[in-house]
């Protein structure tokens, strides 16, 4: 079966535990519901954060949805100067039939003027 890649984006207003691990579901949760996947056709996710963020592992959030299966991936994101602060970004990895073209990708909050096209 064919692994396609999702991507999405959001920011955190402030580096906090809480708004970190809330931000991250969001996302996530949004990835699924536009996308219509359901959890158990999720093969990985890799999730990167900006060096801005330190007060918690945003793929933690994963777990807090019961994603004990998934393999997750934490990393940072680079730091380059004009970019975006306080940014985590998700690829994740589905087995699906489905043709890429009929995938969404998400952009939330903040990250919305990154891909003025979605």
Partial sequence: MPVR????????????????????RELLETLLTVNEIAAPGIASVIVVATPHITSEYPARAARQLGWN????????????????????RVLM????????????????????????DH
Avoid: K, Q
């Avoid at 890649?5 to 991250?24: C, N, P």
């Avoid at 299966?69 to 985590?88: F, H, K, Q, Y």
């Avoid at 990895?93 to 003025?116: I, M, Q």
């Fill in 93 to 116: 990895h589905v087995n699906t039939e489905r043709a890429p073209s009929t995938f969404r990708h998400v952009y939330l909050h903040e990250a919305r003027p990154l891909r003025p």
């Fill in 69 to 88: 299966s998934v393999a997750l991936l934490g990393a940072t994101e680079m730091d380059v100067p004009g970019g975006l602060a306080r940014r985590i």
């Fill in 5 to 24: 890649g999702i991507r999405g984006t959001t920011v955190v207003l402030h580096d906090t535990a809480e708004s970190v691990l809330e931000a991250t």
